[in-house]
Nanobody, 119 residues
C-alpha cells in the first residue's frame, strides 16, 4: 500500500491550499485517515482525522480554518486549509489505517508534502 500526498506549496498568509492523499494497493478498505504535520526539531502533531463514516476531529489550532474530508470510492483524503498562518508552515503527512480481508489492519504513512506560509 502506498499513500501519495500532494498539494503543498508556498502561499501568503490568509491564503488557501488543498492537500490530497491517495491510497493505492491491494487492500480491503480503509478505516481512519488523518493529517499530521511536523516542523524541524518538533514532534509530529495531529492536524485532523476522519473516520470512514465521516466523523472528524481537529487540533484546536486549526478548528474553523481547516476541513478534512475523504472520498471512500477513490481512497482519497483531503485537507482544505483556509486562512493560513505562518505557524501552519510544516511538512504535512497523511496516514491511513488499512484493513485486509486476510489479516490485521496496518497503519501507513505518506511521504509528506511541504506547506510554507509567508507573512
Amino acid at each position: 500500500v502506498q499513500l501519495q500526498a500532494c498539494g503543498g506549496g508556498l502561499v501568503q498568509a490568509g491564503g488557501s491550499l488543498r492537500l490530497s492523499c491517495v491510497a493505492s494497493g491491494n487492500f480491503f478498505s480503509i478505516s481512519g485517515m488523518g493529517w499530521y504535520r511536523q516542523t524541524p526539531g518538533k514532534e509530529r502533531e495531529l492536524v485532523a482525522t476522519i473516520t470512514s463514516g465521516g466523523n472528524s476531529n481537529y487540533a484546536d489550532s486549526v478548528k474553523g480554518r481547516f476541513t478534512v474530508s475523504r472520498d471512500n470510492l477513490k481512497n482519497t483524503l483531503y485537507l482544505q486549509m483556509n486562512s493560513l498562518k505562518p505557524e501552519d508552515t510544516a511538512v504535512y503527512y497523511c496516514n491511513a489505517n488499512v484493513l485486509y480481508a486476510w489479516g490485521p489492519s496496518t497503519m501507513y504513512w505518506g511521504q509528506g508534502t511541504e506547506v510554507t506560509v509567508s507573512s
